[in-house]
C-alpha cells in the first residue's frame, strides 16, 4: 500500500497568517501519460462531512476560496493557507487516488 | 444536485454484521460513470478507504476483504455495505461518497453515520 505521511500532526496559526502543511507519498503519484498527480486534500471540520479543496495535486475545486493554495508533484505536497481564517480550523487530509487501496495521511489539525 | 445518505443501525453487537445504505439522489447509480465509495473514521484515527463498488464490479480494501461485501441497489438507487464479524475496532463514522471514472477525487460526501460496535 502507499503510505502517506503529513507534517506536521498540529498546527496554531495567528488569524491572519500562515499555515503550511506537507504531504509525502512513499511513491510518485505522477502519471506521465496525462500529464496529472492523483492526489487530492480535504478539509473535514466536525460534524461534517470531508470536502475536497484540491484534486490532481492542484486543481482548486469548485468554491474554495483563493487563500488556499496548493503545489507538489510526484512524491511531495504542500497545502498552504496564506491568510488563516477562523472558518478554516479543521482537520487536513491529503489522500493518493494513484493505486488502490487509496490512502489518506493521518491528518493535520489546523487551530487558531 | 447530487446528495448521498448514509442509513443503518447506530449500535451493532460485537461479531454480529454492520450493515449500511446509501441513498443517492441527483444521479443514476447504474451509469458507468462513477464508483461508488465507502470510507469510515475510527474515533480519533484518520480516513479509511473501505472499497467501491459499480456497475461492472467491486474493488475492495484488501485488509478488510475477507469480511466486507457492497452491492449497488438500482431499483431503489441505493449502495449498500456489509462487515461482518465486527468487533470493538469497527466502531466509526462510515461516509459514502463518489469518485468518477475519469477523475479522481471523492465528492459530494454523505454526511456520515457513527455505528458503535458494543454489547
Known amino acids: 500500500d502507499i503510505v502517506m505521511t503529513q507534517s506536521p500532526d498540529s498546527l496554531a496559526v495567528s488569524l491572519g497568517e500562515r499555515a503550511t502543511i506537507n504531504c509525502k507519498s512513499s511513491q510518485s503519484l505522477f502519471y506521465d501519460y496525462i500529464k496529472k498527480n492523483y492526489f487530492a486534500w480535504y478539509q473535514l471540520k466536525p460534524r461534517q462531512p470531508p470536502k475536497v479543496l484540491f484534486y490532481w495535486g492542484s486543481t482548486r475545486a469548485s468554491g474554495v476560496p483563493d487563500r488556499f493554495r496548493a503545489s507538489g508533484s510526484g512524491t511531495d505536497f504542500t497545502l498552504t493557507i496564506t491568510s488563516l481564517q477562523a472558518e478554516d480550523v479543521a482537520v487536513y487530509y491529503c489522500q493518493q487516488l494513484h493505486a488502490t487501496p487509496y490512502t489518506f495521511g493521518q491528518g493535520t489539525k489546523v487551530e487558531i | 444536485q447530487v446528495q448521498l445518505q448514509e442509513s443503518g443501525p447506530g449500535l451493532v453487537k460485537p461479531s454480529q454484521t454492520l450493515s449500511l445504505t446509501c441513498t443517492v439522489s441527483?444521479?443514476?447509480?447504474?451509469?458507468?460513470?462513477?464508483?461508488w465509495t465507502w470510507v469510515r473514521q475510527p474515533a480519533g484515527k484518520g480516513l479509511e478507504w473501505l472499497g467501491r463498488?459499480?456497475?461492472?464490479?467491486?474493488d475492495y480494501n484488501a485488509f478488510f476483504r475477507s469480511r466486507l461485501t457492497m452491492s449497488l441497489h438500482t431499483s431503489t438507487n441505493e449502495f449498500s455495505l456489509k462487515l461482518t464479524s465486527v468487533s470493538a475496532a469497527d466502531t466509526a463514522v462510515y461516509y459514502c461518497t463518489r469518485e468518477a471514472v475519469t477523475k479522481n477525487w471523492f465528492d459530494p460526501w454523505g454526511q456520515g453515520t457513527l455505528v458503535i460496535v458494543s454489547s
Open positions: 441527483g444521479v443514476s447509480i447504474s451509469g458507468g460513470d462513477f464508483y
Open positions: 463498488v459499480y456497475p461492472t464490479g467491486t
